[in-house]
């Protein structure tokens, strides 16, 4: 256990050109500039960087994993047998009839000094289609990412409690990513291609050697992302198995965010200023990356607009500015429980103010709030007041 001292300088951070590849946070040349340039390739490859580790203290010695385990056991649910596949999904008329899905979260009127100024109810209806197959992809390649990560979990975290609740959330991200595929597949009509900013990202996790760090860009940064972002879908759409499909993920992921926070909570109470600076580097650049992926480039492309044309205009757009700071509303407090936020001199606060988000802070975290998302309950809303 190391101790901290107080009166030690904290440690320097690293710029945005080191963490991300570029000075301005907001440097749109440089995020459009990452495209992925394999789109023709089956599988991906990396190197995962970790021991296996054994352990042999079979003890029950955290009460609050095994008590998650116990939860994930009872929890499970059949995603072949318990969505009604023969639901008949009319895309034009589910994207035209679900609030603001529409126009994927703009507002039209916003564009008539811009190439869309042409554009009537046909494009717009056109664009919502595209956005939401592509939002779905990402998920898609986002629920691989978080059952090879914990897969990876399983292996690498030495304590015995975590590796088999470990194992139920590799078995729950099967059936998510089971359920997704098909979704896309057989109601939507294929997938988009993974996009850049959240290959980066997934990359980067499980290329880390350091067990923690799995669970801190995984359970905490992509999952705490997802559950807002499902949660936001589950509530503004109107379209019954894709409603009923993200609640019974959203039962899942809950449980593994609180894994996250859970864990990471007695390993970061003990670790020093420097090991700290570390994690919140890390964080925030998941942050980024993920904020990065929803300029959704590769939807603007298939719409046949140059990204370059419009999104300046987009990241100024009201309302779409408000579900990009939601996106964040799990993320923020469980960071803060965390010590993320305040560690050396308040570093991730001042990234999470630049970006927008420091607003969430006081909201419930997800290490108590997780039992409130199991069937049968009354889940929280996404959206206060929605
Ligand atoms: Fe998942
Ligand atoms: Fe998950």
Request: proline share 3%.
């Amino acid at each position: 256990m190391t101790t901290i001292d107080p009166h030690r300088p904290a440690p320097s951070h690293a710029d945005n050109e080191t963490l991300l590849g570029r000075a301005d946070l907001n440097d749109l040349e440089a995020i459009l500039a990452i495209t992925n340039t394999d789109v023709d390739e089956v599988t991906h490859a990396v190197k995962d960087n970790a021991d296996a580790i054994f352990t042999w203290d079979y003890s029950l010695s955290r009460p609050a994993l095994r008590k998650l385990y116990e939860k994930a056991k009872t929890g499970q649910w059949n995603g072949s047998t318990d969505l009604d596949w023969n639901t008949e999904v009319d895309i034009e008329k589910v994207v035209s009839g679900d609030q603001v899905a529409i126009a994927a979260g703009l507002d039209p009127t916003h564009y008539d000094d811009t190439v869309l100024k042409h554009w009537g109810q046909k494009e717009w209806l056109d664009y919502g289609i595209q956005n939401r197959r592509w939002t779905l992809s990402q998920f898609l390649h986002g629920e691989q990412g978080a059952l090879l990560c914990t897969a990876k979990i399983t292996e690498t975290v030495p304590w015995y409690d975590a590796k088999l609740y470990a194992a139920t959330q590799v078995v729950d991200e099967a059936r998510h990513v089971e359920v997704f595929g098909r979704y896309i597949d057989e109601k939507m009509g294929g997938a988009y291609q993974v996009n850049a900013h959240l290959r980066m990202l997934l990359d980067d996790i499980v290329a880390d050697s350091r067990w923690d760090m799995t669970y801190l860009g995984m359970q905490v940064m992509v999952e705490g992302l997802a559950l807002a972002a499902f949660g936001f879908m589950h509530q503004l759409t109107e379209e019954p198995l894709l409603k009923k499909l993200l609640r019974y993920v959203m039962s899942d992921e809950a449980r593994h965010v609180a894994f996250g926070v859970l864990s990471l909570k007695e390993v970061y109470d003990q670790m020093t200023d420097a090991e700290m600076a570390e994690r919140q580097e890390f964080a925030y650049e998941a942050a980024v990356r993920m904020r990065d992926r929803f300029m959704s480039q590769e939807v603007w492309e298939r719409m046949g607009v140059n990204p370059r044309d419009v999104l300046p205009i987009v990241l100024k757009d009201p309302t779409r500015d408000l579900f990009q700071q939601m996106l964040f509303s799990k993320i923020v407090p469980n960071c803060k429980k965390l010590g993320l936020l305040d560690r050396n001199d308040q570093w991730l606060r001042r990234r999470f103010e630049e970006m927008g988000v420091i607003q969430f802070e006081d909201w419930e975290d997800t290490g108590s709030e997780y039992a409130a998302f199991e069937l049968g309950s009354e889940m929280p809303a996404a959206i206060p007041g929605g």
